[in-house]
């Protein structure tokens, strides 16, 4: 849940990467849950929300991956 996160830099993104990565090839998933609007720039800039999903709510996700 991403509702409290302000900011993030080029290691925030590097660390969403690679955590992407390891919990794929363990067949889970990453969604990123109520990113704020500064946040979610960011995610769409750096394009990372093309392969993590993004949600406004926990049930939402649920969902989704059902």
Known sequence: DLNECTEM???SIGLLSN???RVKSKNGTLAF???SK???E???NTKI???IPNFQSVD???HFFD
Do not use: C, G, Q
């Open 19 to 21: 955590l992407y990565k």
């Open 33 to 35: 849950i109520n990113p």
């Open 38 to 40: 500064m946040v979610m």
């Open 49 to 51: 929300v093309t392969i």
């Open 60 to 62: 939402e996700a649920d």
């Open 9 to 11: 830099d080029s290691s």
């Open 42 to 44: 960011i995610l769409e």
